[in-house]
């Protein structure tokens, strides 16, 4: 397996620009979420799914847009980027586990975002 | 590598000594904890997990005691390796809101010295 993936490693944006951060897991996960990452904070929630076709607002969701079409892909979409969204992002997928309740969550390596 | 965080607490250890990582958690309510390790330019990866109902879980080379009491969470490392430098986060979570309430510490930067 090769777990969670993302892409691309990097990016740089213009403001005003869009792109679309992509994530992918291969463990047939029903939970799938995308956290931000700045310095001296942890990580936050922008936004999360339960399961294909639902997805919901986390701690920061202003700015980006999320879908689930399928239990394997949950891309974040950043519609107008700006220097604020400049951050390191990171998706996850988890799964609760039968007769022990545990939810561990499993990270991608990051997408580094610059927004000029 | 990419710095995870610029004004993170700092742990400097002797290595081959015992390090404790310490966590104030925020609601009483929280019911699932994770420590997570962060190594520089990489996604966290899991440590070793504890529910509400126990005060202490041992894994290899790591133990997490949880005070509910006082809302204190503490990560130790028995005989700290290089490769145990790293940037270590709590997490902490209603297990009863599946996967939606996950709310991280902001970490502490653990330095191995040889």
């Known amino acids: 397996n090769a777990g969670v993936t993302q892409t691309p490693k990097f990016q740089v944006l213009k403001t005003g620009q869009s792109m679309t951060l992509q994530c992918a897991q291969d463990?047939?996960?029903?939970?799938m979420s995308w956290y931000r990452q700045d310095p001296g904070m942890g990580l936050r929630l922008i936004h999360y799914?339960?399961?294909?076709?639902?997805?919901d607002q986390g701690e920061v969701p202003n700015g980006y847009n999320v879908s689930r079409s399928t239990t394997e892909d949950f891309p974040l979409r950043l519609l107008s980027a700006a220097p604020s969204q400049t951050s390191v992002y990171f998706c996850?997928?988890?799964?609760?586990?039968?007769?022990?309740?545990?939810?561990?969550?499993?990270f991608g390596p990051g997408t580094r975002l610059l927004v000029l | 590598g990419e710095s995870v965080g610029l004004h993170l607490p700092t742990l400097s250890v002797q290595e081959g000594d015992n390090s404790i990582i310490n966590c104030a958690y925020s609601?009483?309510?929280?019911?699932?904890f994770i420590w997570y390790k962060q190594e520089s330019g990489k996604g966290p990866q899991f440590i070793i997990d504890i529910r509400s109902n126990m005060d202490k879980r041992q894994g290899q080379r790591v133990t997490v005691l949880l005070n509910k009491t006082v809302k204190h969470l503490s990560l130790q490392i028995a005989a700290t390796q290089p490769g145990d430098s790293a940037v270590y986060f709590c997490?902490?979570?209603?297990?009863?809101?599946?996967?939606?309430?996950?709310?991280f510490g902001p970490g502490t930067r653990l330095s191995v010295l040889p």
């Open positions: 799914s339960v399961g294909a076709g639902i997805t």
């Open positions: 463990m047939n996960h029903e939970y």
């Open positions: 997490a902490e979570n209603l297990l009863r809101n599946y996967g939606q309430n996950f709310v």
């Open positions: 996850a997928s988890s799964q609760r586990e039968d007769g022990e309740i545990r939810e561990t969550q499993y």
């Open positions: 609601n009483s309510a929280s019911d699932y």
